[in-house]
């Protein structure tokens, strides 16, 4: 029998990006990496796409059996070497610690030229105008907040729920479209100046529903219709409507 949802998203950059999101969530030193700590919750995050039946790279998978691998080895006891010799005993963390460090150089070079890329478009020059009408306080929004956040908070909400028995996976002829859910969320934040606990986007147990909401939150994220706020790692999310959006879905 097929799956209700077969669902790939463009959103994820890969598996060292989920790497180094764990690295900074869990204050992890980069240079000492607790392998079995940081498989643990690698293995959480690809527990949680697999079961939203999410299509997920080949590569995410490589890198758990790469993770798992070393954490086995770490866990070998560790040959006595003779004091009278050069022998080295490499760290079978060497070659994963060099590719993160690489990675996040040219993820933090990329960062910033996309920073000046967005400084640039917003300069511009005009005569002085006195804007008193238009003085307001914007609400803050947090782009740090990422896809990883956002499966994070799906895995603890499922905990925090105890939906430890199996999904409604029956097949059902009327999917939930997701336009519609899409308008749902739109009128569900709205009602709420203060923002909505993304546990409550999520009343009901059912795996078509679940991964419809999921994929309209990101829909609407994408849009800037909605954002995503998180105070600090392991806080809860909240939703906010954007004020100034005018949204109607487009296909």
Same mark, same amino acid.
């Given at each position: 029998? #097929? ?9 994820? +950059?890969?598996? *060292?990006?989920? %790497? *180094?999101? *764990?690295?900074?969530?869990?204050? $992890?030193? $980069?240079? /000492? $990496?607790?392998?079995?700590? !940081? ?12 079961? @939203? =039946? *999410? ?12 993770? !798992? ?6 866990? %070998? ?16 963390? =060497? ?6 460090? =690489? ?15 967005? =400084?640039?478009? #917003? ?6 105008? !006195? ?17 990883? /956040? ?8 499922? +905990?925090?729920? #105890?939906?430890? #028995? ?17 308008? +749902?969320?739109?009128? !569900? ?28 939150? @990101? ?17 809860? @999310? ?14």
């Amino acid at each position: 029998m #097929q799956p209700a949802y077969q669902v790939k998203l463009d959103s994820f +950059e890969g598996p *060292l990006d989920l %790497l *180094l999101h *764990l690295i900074k969530q869990y204050e $992890i030193d $980069i240079y /000492d $990496i607790p392998v079995a700590q !940081i498989t643990k919750q690698y293995m959480h995050y690809i527990h949680t796409m697999q079961q @939203l =039946e *999410l299509n997920i790279a080949s590569e995410y998978l490589v890198m758990a059996s790469t993770l !798992i691998a070393l954490k086995s080895q770490m866990l %070998l006891p560790k040959q006595d070497l003779d004091e009278e010799t050069d022998d080295y005993m490499e760290d079978p963390r =060497e070659e994963l610690m060099q590719r993160l460090i =690489e990675y996040r150089k040219y993820k933090e070079a990329a960062e910033e030229l996309k920073k000046r890329e967005v =400084e640039s478009h #917003q300069i511009y020059t005009r005569p002085p105008v !006195i804007f008193e009408d238009l003085r307001k306080e914007q609400p803050p929004v947090n782009n740090d907040v990422s896809i990883y /956040d956002m499966l994070g908070a799906l895995h603890k909400m499922m +905990e925090r729920k #105890q939906w430890d #028995q199996p999904l409604d996976t029956t097949i059902k002829r009327a999917e939930i479209p997701i336009e519609e859910r899409m308008e +749902e969320i739109v009128t !569900i934040v709205k009602r709420s100046s203060n923002g909505i606990v993304f546990d409550q986007l999520f009343p009901h147990y059912s795996k078509q529903h679940i991964v419809v909401t999921f994929m309209a939150l @990101l829909e609407l994220m994408k849009h800037n219709t909605v954002y995503c706020k998180q105070e600090k790692s392991f806080d809860l @999310l909240y939703i906010y409507y954007m004020e100034e959006t005018k949204w109607k879905y487009q296909s």
